[in-house]
């Protein structure tokens, strides 16, 4: 490697790529081009950077400048400015919400204080798509290390030591998991990675895939040495193109160099990873669903037992592990578990990585220690509500989660605190919900999806959910009644006893938890019947306030249905029949003479 | 199981079988074959679903199950331009729904539907993983993100000029 002065790091995460970052990157290269600066300056793609609200970022190494929200165009001032005469591009930094100063590195943003990257070690520094980097950076040392101790058991006891759970929702102890599947003979095991990642609004698995995928390969391959496994399997979704690539492409690099493959680093040791495809189905990330999936059949659950590290892939035992938790795998190695362990809280360790979005200031892709509080994450991290407005609920866990409210806000966040509040750590969505989210259309959203996701097999979640979807439409609707909402409350603990599989048991938990949390919301909609957020078209009509009205007449000019009336310069008024609660002109009135009722 | 009737061109059926023997015909491969051959018909109608059928041999039901099972698999032709509004949760509580409503309303279809020109196809789908951006919505490959339902005309107009005929 040549010695170049700078590295630009361009973010080549899918929402920066998606404002034109490579075009950045191609003017950047232009520009570096012009002025002769090719020895000198490199320019590298990295992976997310995590702080996709600011997107696209661009950051100059050695001085750790950080660059928000560039366009191909800034480019030229780049090079001019900071490459050449050492001068930052003040425009481009990032502006403190608080202090309302230019931040110059991301070491002293809100966003990043708090954060601490275990499993994201890698984004946002490496080009996923160079293995040097990766080995530059203490990747492969880790299963060296392990093929050279050659003891199984004595890695598996290291990661059980070390306190590290299935990130991928369920929480089971990944080292027990190990060690189960290592105790089962057979002629053949698969060690699979399931980077299947179907809850809505969630994408931390994709972001390691994109921007680290050879911490993943380096994992199942100790993963497989533990268990006894010659061959590694990744479930992704075919939806995911550039990791998929990213992936090809870190396989084929590893095979080269010999860290896949026969006789790796000459210890006898032979383990090699082949891709599956998903083809769109939320239950395949539930691990039985997966492995019938991966045989070619319709993406169904079976009961357990037998458990996939009994009966697995093709009826051999199979050890299932979710992408970040395999992220976490070679750091636990190469630092030790009393490290990992010292991070975290009593019976969850280490970080979780979070996709922090919705009505937030900041949304992104953020790490955080267990134990960090909601308010941290959702303030100091996320930089508050976005407009100024207030906080009403987070929801986490996906669609087998719940909400939180307030009275949580200052609960540490860890697998068994999230369950005891309702809801459960999931794979790592975050959503954030303001006083203008409806809580019965939250949960009415969420199992619209589960009633489109469930494969179908057992009645309880194929027409239970129909009929709890029903319930809740009703509701939004102004039908509703006080029936109606115990009928809700036992029917979903009837699904929860009695559904195969894990979604179909936690399906009705966006129902249960906003029932609990918001228990006047719902009564609001079906005794009043109105929609305290506003959000219920049916339940809302808008008026003019006459005291407030001038009589422009922009409301009657934009209203669609011409459902607005008046003389010029005199108050206007709606007529109900008429209006179609689209909002228009509320949104158009300058004056706040339209109101919601 | 004999070809019923198999109204496919002759090239497109040999493409099907060369499709299945890549794969060594295996059902176990059942699901890569139907991604290879939806990449080269944009779609999997009922007659590329009985070419797979006879060639792995296992019954058509078999095939139509697993195409209709998930979500990736479509048999109805995609339009021109294919449209797909991100519903996941963050785009969803930022408004998607609103978003997609207007999509509807302009081209006059529903979700899953292609217009009678073949020009647009709507569709919905669950996270781009481009939440800082939330809405979004891709026409084709490319993004349009922080969407508001009064931008949609104008990015539909956007392909006013090509000529879009199937």
Same mark, same amino acid.
């Given at each position: 490697?040549?010695?170049?002065?700078?590295?630009?790091?361009?973010?080549?995460?899918?929402?920066?790529?998606?404002?034109?970052?490579?075009?950045?990157?191609?003017?950047?290269?232009?520009?570096?081009?012009?002025?002769?600066?090719?020895?000198?300056?490199?320019?590298?793609?990295?992976?997310?950077?995590?702080?996709?609200?600011?997107?696209?970022?661009?950051?100059?190494?050695?001085?750790?400048?950080?660059?928000?929200?560039?366009?191909?165009?800034?480019?030229?001032?780049?090079?001019?400015?900071?490459?050449?005469?050492?001068?930052?591009?003040?425009?481009?930094?990032?502006?403190?919400?608080?202090?309302?100063?230019?931040?110059?590195?991301?070491?002293?943003?809100?966003?990043?204080?708090?954060?601490?990257?275990?499993?994201?070690?890698?984004?946002?520094?490496?080009?996923?798509?160079?293995?040097?980097?990766?080995?530059?950076?203490?990747?492969?040392?880790?299963?060296?290390?392990?093929?050279?101790?050659?003891?199984?058991?004595?890695?598996?006891?290291?990661?059980?030591?070390?306190?590290?759970?299935?990130?991928?929702?369920?929480?089971?102890?990944?080292?027990?998991?190990?060690?189960?599947?290592?105790?089962?003979?057979?002629?053949?095991?698969?060690?699979?990675?399931?980077?299947?990642?179907?809850?809505?609004?969630?994408?931390?698995?994709?972001?390691?895939?994109?921007?680290?995928?050879?911490?993943?390969?380096?994992?199942?391959?100790?993963?497989?040495?533990?268990?006894?496994?010659?061959?590694?399997?990744?479930?992704?979704?075919?939806?995911?193109?550039?990791?998929?690539?990213?992936?090809?492409?870190?396989?084929?690099?590893?095979?080269?160099?010999?860290?896949?493959?026969?006789?790796?680093?000459?210890?006898?040791?032979?383990?090699?990873?082949?891709?599956?495809?998903?083809?769109?189905?939320?239950?395949?990330?539930?691990?039985?669903?997966?492995?019938?999936?991966?045989?070619?059949?319709?993406?169904?659950?079976?009961?357990?037992?037998?458990?996939?590290?009994?009966?697995?892939?093709?009826?051999?035992?199979?050890?299932?592990?979710?992408?970040?938790?395999?992220?976490?795998?070679?750091?636990?190695?190469?630092?030790?578990?009393?490290?990992?362990?010292?991070?975290?809280?009593?019976?969850?360790?280490?970080?979780?990585?979070?996709?922090?979005?919705?009505?937030?200031?900041?949304?992104?892709?953020?790490?955080?220690?267990?134990?960090?509080?909601?308010?941290?994450?959702?303030?100091?991290?996320?930089?508050?509500?976005?407009?100024?407005?207030?906080?009403?609920?987070?929801?986490?866990?996906?669609?087998?989660?719940?909400?939180?409210?307030?009275?949580?806000?200052?609960?540490?966040?860890?697998?068994?605190?999230?369950?005891?509040?309702?809801?459960?750590?999931?794979?790592?969505?975050?959503?954030?919900?303001?006083?203008?989210?409806?809580?019965?259309?939250?949960?009415?959203?969420?199992?619209?999806?589960?009633?489109?996701?469930?494969?179908?097999?057992?009645?309880?979640?194929?027409?239970?959910?129909?009929?709890?979807?029903?319930?809740?439409?009703?509701?939004?609707?102004?039908?509703?009644?006080?029936?109606?909402?115990?009928?809700?409350?036992?029917?979903?603990?009837?699904?929860?006893?009695?559904?195969?599989?894990?979604?179909?048991?936690?399906?009705?938990?966006?129902?249960?938890?906003?029932?609990?949390?918001?228990?006047?919301?719902?009564?609001?909609?079906?005794?009043?019947?109105?929609?305290?957020?506003?959000?219920?078209?049916?339940?809302?009509?808008?008026?003019?306030?006459?005291?407030?009205?001038?009589?422009?007449?922009?409301?009657?000019?934009?209203?669609?249905?011409?459902?607005?009336?008046?003389?010029?310069?005199?108050?206007?008024?709606?007529?109900?029949?008429?209006?179609?609660?689209?909002?228009?002109?509320?949104?158009?009135?300058?004056?706040?003479?339209?109101?919601?009722? | 199981?004999?070809?019923?009737?198999?109204?496919?061109?002759?090239?497109?059926?040999?493409?099907?079988?060369?499709?299945?023997?890549?794969?060594?015909?295996?059902?176990?491969?059942?699901?890569?074959?139907?991604?290879?051959?939806?990449?080269?018909?944009?779609?999997?109608?009922?007659?590329?679903?009985?070419?797979?059928?006879?060639?792995? @041999? !296992?019954?058509?039901?078999?095939?139509? =199950?697993?195409? *209709?099972?998930? %979500?990736?698999?479509?048999?109805?032709?995609? &339009?021109?331009?294919?449209?797909?509004?991100?519903?996941?949760?963050?785009?969803?509580?930022?408004?998607?729904?609103?978003?997609?409503?207007?999509?509807?309303?302009?081209?006059?279809? @529903? !979700?899953?539907?292609?217009?009678?020109? =073949?020009?647009? *196809?709507?569709? %919905?789908?669950?996270?781009?993983?481009?939440? &800082?951006?939330?809405?979004?919505?891709?026409?084709?490959?490319?993004?349009?993100?922080?969407?508001?339902?009064?931008?949609?005309?104008?990015?539909?107009?956007?392909?006013?000029?090509?000529?879009?005929?199937?």
């Amino acid at each position: 490697m040549s010695n170049y002065k700078y590295h630009i790091l361009v973010c080549g995460g899918t929402g920066c790529v998606a404002s034109q970052s490579p075009q950045i990157k191609a003017s950047l290269e232009q520009k570096i081009a012009e002025h002769n600066l090719t020895n000198d300056v490199q320019v590298v793609t990295t992976g997310c950077f995590g702080f996709c609200e600011k997107g696209p970022i661009v950051k100059i190494l050695p001085d750790n400048t950080f660059y928000t929200q560039v366009k191909p165009e800034d480019a030229n001032e780049i090079i001019n400015e900071h490459i050449i005469k050492g001068r930052k591009v003040t425009r481009l930094l990032y502006i403190d919400p608080k202090s309302s100063e230019r931040k110059s590195d991301s070491k002293h943003m809100g966003f990043y204080q708090k954060q601490l990257r275990i499993a994201l070690r890698n984004c946002g520094f490496i080009n996923p798509e160079n293995i040097d980097e990766y080995i530059a950076r203490d990747g492969y040392a880790a299963l060296a290390q392990v093929l050279e101790t050659n003891d199984p058991q004595q890695t598996i006891d290291i990661i059980k030591k070390s306190g590290l759970r299935g990130r991928g929702g369920g929480g089971f102890p990944t080292g027990l998991k190990w060690e189960i599947a290592s105790k089962n003979p057979a002629d053949q095991k698969y060690m699979i990675c399931n980077a299947d990642e179907g809850d809505p609004g969630a994408f931390m698995d994709r972001s390691i895939l994109e921007g680290d995928p050879h911490t993943v390969l380096e994992a199942m391959a100790i993963g497989g040495f533990c268990i006894g496994a010659s061959k590694g399997l990744i479930y992704i979704r075919a939806e995911y193109p550039l990791a998929i690539r990213r992936l090809e492409i870190a396989i084929k690099q590893a095979r080269e160099l010999g860290l896949l493959g026969e006789n790796i680093l000459n210890s006898g040791f032979s383990f090699d990873i082949e891709l599956y495809y998903g083809a769109g189905a939320f239950v395949c990330g539930e691990e039985t669903a997966m492995i019938h999936s991966m045989e070619g059949n319709r993406g169904e659950p079976t009961f357990k037992p037998p458990f996939p590290a009994q009966e697995g892939y093709l009826k051999k035992p199979s050890n299932v592990n979710n992408v970040e938790t395999f992220a976490n795998i070679p750091v636990i190695i190469l630092k030790g578990w009393e490290w990992f362990s010292s991070i975290g809280t009593k019976n969850s360790k280490g970080t979780k990585v979070f996709a922090l979005a919705g009505q937030i200031n900041n949304v992104g892709l953020i790490e955080v220690p267990m134990g960090i509080t909601l308010r941290e994450v959702i303030y100091e991290i996320g930089g508050g509500i976005k407009g100024g407005k207030k906080f009403k609920a987070v929801q986490t866990g996906g669609p087998s989660g719940g909400c939180l409210t307030e009275k949580f806000l200052d609960t540490p966040i860890d697998y068994d605190n999230l369950l005891a509040a309702g809801s459960m750590m999931g794979s790592g969505g975050m959503i954030v919900m303001d006083e203008t989210s409806c809580m019965v259309s939250v949960a009415k959203f969420y199992l619209d999806f589960i009633v489109e996701e469930s494969c179908g097999k057992c009645s309880p979640c194929r027409v239970g959910n129909k009929r709890l979807y029903e319930l809740l439409d009703k509701i939004t609707l102004g039908k509703g009644t006080i029936d109606d909402l115990n009928l809700l409350k036992n029917l979903s603990k009837v699904i929860k006893d009695t559904a195969l599989c894990g979604l179909g048991q936690t399906s009705p938990n966006p129902v249960l938890s906003t029932i609990d949390n918001f228990w006047d919301e719902y009564l609001a909609h079906v005794v009043d019947h109105k929609c305290p957020a506003g959000q219920c078209k049916a339940l809302k009509s808008y008026h003019i306030d006459p005291d407030n009205c001038i009589g422009c007449g922009v409301c009657a000019r934009n209203c669609p249905v011409g459902a607005i009336k008046g003389e010029k310069k005199m108050p206007h008024e709606i007529n109900q029949a008429l209006c179609i609660k689209c909002g228009t002109c509320y949104e158009k009135c300058k004056f706040n003479a339209i109101f919601i009722k | 199981m004999s070809s019923i009737k198999i109204k496919i061109k002759k090239e497109t059926k040999d493409k099907i079988v060369e499709i299945c023997n890549s794969f060594n015909n295996s059902p176990k491969e059942l699901i890569n074959i139907l991604h290879k051959t939806q990449d080269f018909l944009g779609y999997l109608p009922a007659e590329a679903q009985e070419v797979i059928a006879e060639q792995v @041999k !296992v019954p058509t039901a078999k095939v139509y =199950g697993i195409v *209709s099972f998930y %979500s990736f698999f479509t048999m109805i032709p995609k &339009g021109k331009h294919p449209i797909s509004v991100c519903m996941g949760t963050a785009c969803y509580v930022r408004g998607a729904e609103k978003v997609l409503d207007e999509f509807k309303h302009l081209l006059n279809i @529903k !979700v899953g539907e292609t217009d009678s020109a =073949g020009k647009f *196809s709507l569709a %919905s789908l669950r996270c781009v993983g481009a939440c &800082g951006l939330a809405p979004v919505a891709l026409i084709g490959g490319k993004v349009y993100g922080r969407l508001a339902p009064d931008d949609i005309k104008k990015i539909l107009s956007e392909y006013d000029d090509c000529e879009c005929q199937r």
